[in-house]
């Protein structure tokens, strides 16, 4: 198996019956490595499921702290091992955590997390961390999912110091004892969805089962996918953000990404004449991310910008996105992600945009050169304007499988979540079953 390059957010199934995790770095302040075993509540079982360097062996023998060693280089690594066969029924996740000692992360040079067959050697992914000014961070995390294990890498942690995070997990802190790094939750789906305000967390249980329901009626029950979003911030769009149907949009595709996705998170962007990404969307942070979405009404553009708070992964200018339309820069960069991040599921590009397309011949080039790459796009044209190849893609001949679906309504607010379920999942499966007898999907 070949070494997979993760970003933040991604995930890779481990088939190994035991992994190392090595933690390196280069230079800055010193870096201690940590693994915590999470039972289904979010929580400790008690203070021996903390594994670290003053107690570096789990009783359960499943999660064991091998220490540091340097290549005389001035590259330093941190192990901890996993036995995954050892783990107790009660753990569901083991998250691997670190804290850094008279600094932040942003200090530390040349952060990356390394995993590896514990029998073969083999590197079965890796992650390089990015950091700023947190104390303590999750470097990644290995889950239980459908009886596999699998790695997600997280990069994420506080800047507040240890006493919350240790609250959070139920982890006993003395005050004279040695700084403990304890992560932050990544909760489970089921979690996820119990932070959403009440109505948006009914609106979504409703929406599942209505994806659920188009899933099955197309022959796709069961189906697993990565979900990727796409949105049109390009001058024409500024109603439709500044109506709010853009954010309803998203809304209704978190829905989508909760049946098909593994992990029910999205990776997104944004595009105008020039394409962004945005933070990966997860369920339980919907309504925060959804001030992603207001920063396409272009205030910052035609007039006075507004200061708004940070936003966790950062805001992005829309200065720098501009107002036109060049649809075939996003399509190469989440063309360029894929590749970057193989999957062993199909990828669903869900591309929203108002038409106003004109670079034509690039859009073909691009699309044509996709039809070999494990991802399906679904545009989907928000009003009466002129889509182009995109719209004319599906006649379109000389390819080996159709890579593209395309449908337009003119109020898509007014459009049921039956119906627009049905429209959005109907051409997917059909790829997935192509692409599989073609040999593009395994």
Not at 33 to 45: F, H, Y
Not at 89 to 95: A, L, M, S, T
Not at 211 to 240: N, Y
């Amino acid at each position: 198996m070949n070494e997979r390059v993760l970003s933040a957010g991604g995930n890779v199934p481990v088939e190994a019956g035991g992994v190392r995790v090595d933690v390196s770095w280069a230079e800055g302040p010193d870096v201690d490595v940590s693994a915590v075993l999470v039972a289904g509540d979010g929580k400790v079982r008690g203070d021996g499921d903390f594994v670290f360097y003053n107690q570096p062996r789990h009783a359960s023998g499943a999660v064991t702290h091998r220490g540091r060693t340097g290549d005389g280089a001035g590259v330093v690594t941190e192990r901890v091992e996993v036995d995954l066969r050892a783990v107790e029924p009660g753990v569901e996740r083991i998250v691997l955590a670190a804290s850094v000692d008279g600094g932040v992360f942003g200090q530390v040079r040349g952060l990356s997390l390394r995993l590896v067959d514990a029998g073969t050697q083999a590197g079965l992914a890796r992650f390089d961390v990015a950091a700023g000014p947190e104390t303590v961070l999750i470097g990644g995390e290995l889950y239980r999912r459908g009886g596999q294990w699998k790695f997600r890498a997280v990069g994420q942690g506080y800047a507040s110091g240890l006493a919350g995070l240790a609250a959070d997990f139920g982890v006993t802190v003395e005050e004279e004892a040695p700084p403990r790094p304890v992560p932050v939750p990544v909760p489970s789906m089921e979690k996820e969805e119990e932070r959403l305000p009440p109505e948006m967390r009914e609106r979504l249980s409703l929406r599942k089962r209505q994806v659920a329901v188009s899933l099955e009626k197309h022959g796709a029950a069961g189906l697993v996918a990565r979900v990727v979003l796409v949105l049109d911030a390009s001058g024409s769009m500024t109603g439709l953000y500044a109506r709010g149907v853009v954010a309803d949009v998203v809304e209704r595709m978190v829905a989508v990404a909760t049946q098909l996705d593994d992990d029910g998170a999205m990776q997104a962007w944004t595009f105008a004449s020039n394409p962004a990404r945005l933070p990966d969307l997860r369920v339980g942070e919907l309504p925060q991310w959804l001030r992603h979405v207001r920063v396409g009404q272009l205030g910052g553009l035609f007039g006075r910008r507004r200061r708004r708070e940070p936003l966790p992964g950062g805001e992005v200018d829309m200065k720098a996105v501009g107002i036109g339309n060049e649809e075939q820069k996003v399509i190469a960069e989440v063309r360029e992600y894929v590749r970057r991040n193989p999957a062993a599921v199909p990828t669903l590009v869900l591309f929203f945009s108002d038409g106003g397309v004109y670079r034509n011949t690039d859009i073909e080039r691009e699309l044509r050169a996709a039809v070999e790459e494990p991802l399906f796009w679904q545009f989907v044209g928000l009003g009466r304007s002129d889509y182009g190849v995109l719209q004319r893609f599906d006649e379109l001949p000389g390819r080996r499988v159709d890579n593209v679906g395309f449908f337009a309504v003119d109020d898509i607010g007014s459009l049921p979540d039956a119906d627009l379920y049905d429209r959005l999942l109907s051409q997917f499966p059909r790829w997935v079953t192509a692409a599989r007898q073609a040999g593009i999907l395994a």
